[in-house]
């Protein structure tokens, strides 16, 4: 998988550097992401008020770790539920095959245009572009979605994919691209949106949804949202096509409310959201609405290569909440785009990895100060820190090799720079001798030490070590208990 | 969140883990440790041989490194007595990492002991010594930065607060976003420093904001970065160690 598709705007996990020096340099980004990261953080905190947080955590990464412990089952039992309910499922390698499929379904019923709901999955298959090629206009629904789609760039939360964007950029895109009025208003400019994605709902010929949670027992399809485009696009073209990873699977329905309680109040603070569907067949005889066919395409990419893991595994945990990012303090600072990549933040760079290799996606693992603020919030208890942990193991080639790219960043310098600090540590008289030459030397201690020093003044060595003080002062009891 | 934590009697001797920040940087906070243990009547055995945790190798991935250099350190601490750190990252490298680091090795079991016998300074003195202070000092506003690794890695965000709430005549003063990362991260300051230096920038504006005259930490880390932030900026707010404040204070 290569990075973003031609003609969008390009940020790329390899530049991660450039683009959050940019990023921190635009006053207007920073301060955009710090407001609505600040917003989140207290609607998540004030949603979790009439609930034992930590109890519904557990029970949330159980239900999670129990569909994971038998995945391959648990998707063939959804597979034989959703054929028996009448809903084709297809299964895909990687995001390419993926994007055949989709086309395909649409060629097969000489589709023109597509509506999309928001879709993660698709976004990591570059389904868009995919189609475009294929000469089917692919229009998001999402109202974010629909802004940075408008926009020509990606989205930069996984939950509010225009979360970047303030009410006068917005204003401005929508004035650009379709003609609206420039205003503050957000009323208007919701509505009008509306009314620009109603007609195209009526005119498409497919719908493309993603998958919250699926249901092995029943075979349901659980769509959480809050503007009504998911249930627009999963009932009013006559084809509706599901894509999901083949992650998202669940035991049961009674698996579902938990999950759905944790995903609500960690992403946006809401104890419910205004739409949930659950969609478990096509339209039936007799009845009046809902598409005539209804497809799920089961996503690997690279998805089965972290299964093998019994620590990686932990990754596929993942509900999507986003309050990771919500509070990471590197995502509020940088933004999404920065990662260069679908998913950002913690989760993103401990996923990316997985599914683009460790070589495309080289700082992400180190772009955290492993604070633990990601795996403290995350309703399902990922140990985003560990893994991130894991996966620089993996990059400098001491970890078990698994990930793509293993050993990658690897460098002669590096590995001298530890051995040789392994040596000292390891050596507590030379480690004494060494660290008592820096008192004594503190006057040459340089006043630069790279970067650190842009911001900071550099620390210096004390005059005398805690070891040299130790001793003095032992030596000081001993004399006075002699007395 | 961390399990509940069942905490032993008080010692009649300690072990203490001075980190390499403090022997090179911060000695003196090292010293007020051991001095405010003793006033409690506990010995306090310094193993000489002591260097470094060997976190900055680990959370850079040198798993082989981080592990020679900790399993150096496993064979400091002979006896059963617990083992005091002045340091929530290295008491958390040791507490928690240490048995991931060991785990399937010779000296998994070794590890694990160990690591059951750490306990963060702040932590020590309220929950095995239930220290009592009497304050000598001037009445003064601080704050307080709890490391990230204290809180969230050791579940000790109360330990400080409770300690500086003993002493009558200071005002611990509220900040801004206080559980958020100042930015250090060990090798994460070098590795992103744009990224570290918007945070700590955010940081030392949340702190003199609050009015504090002062800020105290138990993390020598986030006292070079904070600390040297202000300090860049020439600002009059100082960082000191915890352990050297309560020390001051009450001697
Ligand atoms: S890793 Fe956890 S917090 Fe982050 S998006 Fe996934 S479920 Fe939410």
């Known amino acids: 998988m290569s990075g973003q598709p031609p003609g969008v705007e390009t940020y790329t996990p390899r530049e991660f550097h450039r683009q959050a020096h940019d990023a921190l340099g635009n006053p207007q980004i920073r301060a955009n992401f710090r407001k609505a990261m600040d917003g989140l953080m207290s609607k998540r905190r004030d949603s979790f008020d009439d609930w034992d947080l930590e109890t519904l955590r557990e029970l949330g990464a159980n239900i999670r770790l129990r569909a994971l412990a038998r995945l391959p089952d648990l998707l063939e039992q959804l597979e034989a539920n959703c054929e028996a309910n009448g809903i084709r499922v297809h299964w895909a390698e990687d995001g390419e095959e993926a994007c055949r499929i989709v086309r395909e ?269 990601c795996g403290e919030v995350c309703p399902v208890k990922i140990p985003i820190p560990d893994l991130l942990v894991r996966l620089r193991k993996e990059s400098v080639g001491e970890g078990r090799g698994n990930v793509p790219g293993a050993g990658i960043k690897r460098t002669r310098k590096e590995v001298a720079a530890w051995k040789g600090f392994q040596w000292l540590a390891t050596h507590p008289a030379v480690w004494r001798s060494g660290t008592s030459v820096a008192g004594k030397l503190r006057a040459l201690t340089p006043a630069r030490l790279g970067p650190w020093t842009d911001y900071r003044t550099a620390p210096k060595p004390a005059g005398t070590t805690l070891h040299a003080l130790v001793k003095r002062h032992q030596s000081s009891k001993t004399h006075q208990e002699e007395r | 969140m961390t399990a509940v934590k069942l905490y032993p009697p008080r010692p009649d001797k300690v072990y203490f883990f001075g980190t390499c920040l403090i022997d090179l940087l911060y000695p003196e906070a090292g010293m007020d440790a051991i001095r405010l243990l003793e006033r409690e009547g506990i010995e306090v055995l310094f193993p000489e041989d002591q260097t470094c945790c060997g976190q900055p190798a680990y959370t850079s991935g040198y798993q082989l490194e981080a592990r020679a250099v900790a399993a150096a350190q496993l064979d400091l601490f002979p006896d059963p007595w617990p083992i005091v750190v002045p340091s929530g990252s290295c008491g958390g490298m040791m507490r928690t990492h240490y048995p991931q680091l060991f785990a399937d090795t010779d000296l998994e079991a070794k590890a694990e002991e160990v690591a059951g016998r750490v306990f963060e300074l702040t932590e020590f003195l309220i929950h095995v010594c239930h220290l009592d202070l009497e304050d000598r000092g001037e009445p003064e506003k601080v704050a307080m930065h709890t490391s990230c690794s204290a809180r969230r890695e050791m579940g000790l965000a109360e330990t400080g607060p409770a300690l500086l709430a003993k002493l009558g005549q200071v005002e611990l003063v509220e900040q801004a976003r206080a559980a958020e990362c100042c930015g250090f991260g060990g090798t994460f300051a070098v590795r992103h420093p744009e990224v570290s230096a918007a945070m700590v920038e955010d940081k030392t504006q949340a702190i003199e904001a609050s009015g504090a005259k002062r800020f105290v930490t138990s993390d020598c880390g986030c006292m070079m970065n904070i600390g040297g932030r202000f300090e860049k900026l020439n600002k009059p707010i100082q960082g000191e160690h915890i352990a050297s404040y309560l020390w001051r204070r009450t001697s």
């Open chain 1, 105 to 373: 379904i649409c060629e097969s019923h000489g589709a023109r245009s597509v509506i999309k709901g928001k879709s993660m999955v698709s976004e990591e298959m570059h389904l868009n572009a995919h189609l475009e090629e294929a000469g089917i206009e692919a229009l998001e629904s999402d109202l974010g979605e629909y802004l940075v789609q408008l926009n020509q760039q990606t989205p930069s939360h996984i939950i509010m994919p225009a979360i970047h964007l303030n009410t006068d950029e917005i204003s401005e895109i929508l004035h650009d691209k379709t003609g609206t009025e420039r205003t503050r208003d957000v009323d208007y400019m919701t509505a009008a949106a509306r009314q620009q994605l109603r007609e195209r709902f009526m005119a498409a010929d497919v719908g493309v949804s993603g998958v919250n949670f699926a249901v092995a027992e029943t075979g349901t399809l659980c769509l959480v949202e809050n503007e009504g485009n998911g249930r627009m696009t999963t009932t009013v073209p006559p084809v509706h096509v599901a894509v999901t990873g083949i992650e998202k699977v669940v035991e049961q329905l009674r698996d579902v409310p938990p999950l759905y309680a944790l995903l609500t109040r960690s992403a946006t603070g809401q104890h419910v959201t205004t739409y949930f569907n659950m969609i478990s067949s096509p339209r039936k005889e007799g009845e009046h609405d809902g598409p005539k066919e209804v497809h799920l395409v089961l996503v690997d990419n690279g998805r089965s290569n972290i299964y093998q893991d019994d620590e990686l595994l932990d990754t596929l945990r993942c509900i999507r909440c986003g309050a990771c990012m919500n509070h990471c303090p590197v995502y509020t600072r940088v933004g999404g785009h920065t990662y260069g990549t679908t998913y950002p933040g913690p989760i993103g760079s401990i996923l990316s990895p997985h599914l683009m290799g460790l070589e495309e996606t080289k700082d992400l693992p180190t772009a955290s100060s492993l604070c633990g603020a």
